[in-house]
């Protein structure tokens, strides 16, 4: 898998160019349906974790972490929850108020709000997106790489995640597989809470 391309200091390239590559991206994200990769998540105080991401659109995600990590992120196309099945906790919020709603939400228009970021790879496109009306919902800046195979041309192949409170998140995939079918089944959560106190 390549790696994240560390952003560079170069100028932005000339207009056409620039203008192809978010068109490429953004055809890129519309063009996947249904997508399944292995992930590798490194928090802000460089910790990692591992585990399966299973996408599919409009705004449906699934993050099941390995074995021994009791958390488990999904989105059913409205919202985004996050389930802590050691202290039983769950969190929802809308799925246009995260990061994330760049890649799922499909009333956001990532061609509005996305900007292009040298990069020093050629073969590597740096897509970042932010809603600076609402910084409240931060920023994501996807990293994609240049391949035929996938839909689109451009695979994504990461991205870099900033919430409200500045807390930096790290997604790098590996194994991208495209076009399966998968049940809307796969985007539900068993709710860890006692049934008297949801």
């Known amino acids: ?101 760049a890649l799922l939400d499909p009333t956001r228009d990532v061609k509005r709000y996305g900007t292009l970021q040298p990069t020093s790879d050629p073969s590597v496109v740096s897509l970042e997106v932010r809603d600076r009306g609402h910084p409240e919902y931060g920023v994501i800046t996807l990293i994609f790489q240049r391949r035929a195979s996938a839909p689109g041309g451009l695979e994504l192949v990461g991205w870099v995640s900033l919430d409200s409170q500045n807390r930096r998140t790290t997604i790098r995939l590996a194994n991208q597989r495209y076009g399966m079918d998968i049940a809307d089944d796969a985007f539900r959560y068993t709710d860890p809470r006692p049934a008297n106190r949801r």
């Open 1 to 101: 898998m390549p790696a994240l391309a560390p952003l560079a200091a170069a100028p932005p390239a000339a207009e056409g160019p620039v203008t192809n590559d978010l068109d490429l991206a953004v055809g890129a994200l519309r063009a996947v349906t249904t997508m399944q990769a292995d992930f590798q998540q490194t928090d802000r105080n460089g910790q990692r974790v591992a585990g399966k991401l299973t996408i599919k659109r409009p705004g449906k995600i699934r993050f099941q972490y390995q074995p021994g990590v009791p958390l488990l992120i999904v989105g059913d196309g409205k919202a985004l929850t996050l389930v802590d099945y050691e202290v039983k906790q769950v969190q929802r919020w809308p799925i246009r108020n995260s990061p994330l709603g």
